[in-house]
């Protein structure tokens, strides 16, 4: 991906969360998250296994507290790790199920060429969790000031940060959308 299409989302990114963060006293998942999130706004599946991630991991942490003392930097620390498994876990569940949506579009195609559904199909396998740490923070957000302020911001600021870079710079965005892969894996955020 083109770095400066990162560099330039995350920085207004950056400016969106602050002015929500100021207008309406609401963080937005993270101060890198809505300029990741509005880069995959055109493939609701990514975004959606991002918040499942986020959600699992939010509960998960939540539910492990009332067993163990968790609060503070273990707190942040333990959101992103376990988001980041989750991530994981829910990009090897993809991976299985394309494989084998793969294999049986390959046995259909034998006996017939596939049709819309089964192509269909296929595409709903290609989804994926955005970046490493992006569901960890965004479920820090959940835990600070609750699921639904946290993904109405959340959603409302990549929304106006997609307008802004299709303003701003409509050609980059759409050879970004033309990729068949849509993978930030190497531009994460450090921190």
Do not use: H, K
């Amino acid at each position: 991906m083109d770095l400066s299409l990162l560099s330039l989302s995350i920085g207004i990114g950056l400016v969106v969360s602050l002015v929500f963060s100021e207008l309406f006293g609401l963080a937005a998942g993270g101060l890198v998250v809505p300029g990741y999130i509005a880069l995959y706004l055109t493939r609701p599946l990514d975004v959606a296994a991002t918040l499942v991630a986020a959600l699992v991991t939010f509960f998960l942490v939540r539910l492990l507290s009332s067993f163990v003392i968790i609060y503070g930097r273990r707190r942040t620390a333990l959101m992103i790790l376990v988001g980041y498994a989750m991530g994981l876990l829910i990009s090897l569940a993809v991976e299985t199920g394309s494989e084998a949506a793969a294999g049986a579009n390959v046995a259909v195609a034998l006996v017939a060429a596939p049709t819309v559904p089964q192509l269909a199909g296929q595409a709903a396998f290609e989804a994926g969790v955005i970046g490493y740490i992006v569901p960890g923070l965004i479920a820090i957000w959940l835990d600070r000031q609750g699921v639904l302020p946290t993904l109405s911001a959340l959603l409302a600021s990549a929304v106006v940060v997609r307008l802004v870079l299709i303003l701003a710079v409509p050609e980059d965005l759409q050879w970004f959308e033309a990729r068949p892969s849509l993978s930030l894996s190497s531009e994460e955020p450090t921190g």
